[in-house]
Each structure stands twice: as C-alpha cells, then as structure tokens.
C-alpha cells in the first residue's frame, strides 16, 4: 500500500499511526505543499480533492484519513484496533464522524491561525478566529471528557481503538497552540496514554525539521 501524505500533517497521522502500530507497512510519498505537489495533475488523478492523505492499495483508492485509518486497521485483525463487534464497530465510525464534524474543525483553525500562518509567512493571526474556535472546542471537549470519565479510559469498548488514533490526531498540536486542556483531566490522562505509545512518537511531526 503506498500513501501520499505529509508529516506536518495531523489529518495524515491517523493513517500513519493505524500503520505504525499495527505494524502495516506502507510506502509512503511525502508530498511537499510548498512545491504544490497536491495540487499537480498525476496527484489530482487519484485525488480530486488535492487533499492530504490519500491511499492506494493495488488500483484501489481512498481518500479521508479517518476512513483510510479504518482500511488499514481492518488488514491486520489481530491488532484489534477495529473491533469485529457490530455495534462497536459503528461506535469507532461515530467518534470518528463526531472529531470530523465537531472536535477537529476548530482545533484546525487555531493550528493555522496561531502555527501555520507564522509558519508559511501567511499573515498576522486572526485572533477573532482563534477567539471563536476556542468557543467551539470548550463547547465540544467536554463531550469528550465526560465520556472518556466513564468509557474505561479510551473511546471505544474500554480498549485502544482506531478511533483513538482518529480523534487522538486532532490534538497532534495541542502544546504549541496552547489549548487549554488543563480543565480536561480526563483527556489530559487519555492524551498522555496515547503519548506513551512507540507509534505516537515515531510519527510525532517536527514542524522545524
């Protein structure tokens, strides 16, 4: 399997955490977007979106990263990181659409506003946009706090899941944008044990490297 991705990327983290720790290898294509290799015509042909990741398993093609994180989940069974049980398996697809539709959305923009931006040399920050994702995600992390306090302390069936590597992602970049999750204990302890992992670090971005 070969995918395209870049590793500044939390959206591209979910699949290559998923790989890294169910030990799938994966050829990986780096595409830099500073060159606008997402945007070149060879790259469009697989993914219309010019969006990061994608992947391609013979002439198979998927693209969405929480979607892709399953894919590679589902090869290696053993691993146990997508669930054979039904209704926990469409546990797994429902924190994935939750981070997607509420959680990742404004953590994105304070990672743009207060890092990339900088970063890129894109202008000043935004801080009326920090200001109201910063709503959004005290709107949003409670939700994930309170069910990690009764949940076992992962997301899905008490065990480490797919789905902690999907929303685990969206906070790739929580220390250099100062999110506030000191009133976020259980989140915090769950961060941390996903932290531990070998697969968290060895796919840990390095945006000054």
Do not use: C
């Not at 994935?96 to 959680?103: E, P, R």
Request: charge should be neutral; glycine fraction near 8%.
């Amino acid at each position: 399997m070969k995918l395209y991705h870049n590793p500044l990327s939390p959206n591209a983290r979910r699949a290559l955490l998923t790989a890294k720790h169910a030990g799938v290898a994966l050829e990986e294509v780096v595409l830099d977007f500073m060159k606008g290799d997402h945007k070149k015509p060879d790259y469009l042909a697989l993914n219309p979106n010019g969006m990061i990741p994608t992947l391609q398993d013979g002439d198979f093609v998927l693209s969405e990263s929480r979607v892709i994180a399953q894919y590679i989940a589902s090869k290696k069974p053993e691993s146990k990181l997508l669930p054979t049980d039904e209704r926990l398996r469409f546990d797994v697809q429902r924190w994935s659409t939750w981070d997607a539709a509420h959680f990742s959305p404004p953590i994105g923009n304070i990672t743009f506003e207060k890092l990339l931006k900088p970063m890129m040399g894109a202008g000043q920050t935004d801080d009326a946009v920090v200001a109201e994702s910063l709503t959004k995600f005290g709107r949003f992390a409670p939700v994930l706090d309170a069910h990690l306090g009764k949940s076992g302390g992962w997301l899905v069936g008490g065990n480490l899941t797919v789905a902690d590597f999907i929303v685990g992602s969206s906070l790739t970049y929580a220390g250099p944008i100062s999110l506030p999750l000191d009133e976020y204990k259980n989140v915090k302890s769950w961060l941390g044990r996903l932290r531990e992992l070998p697969a968290w670090t060895q796919t840990e971005p390095k945006p000054g490297g």
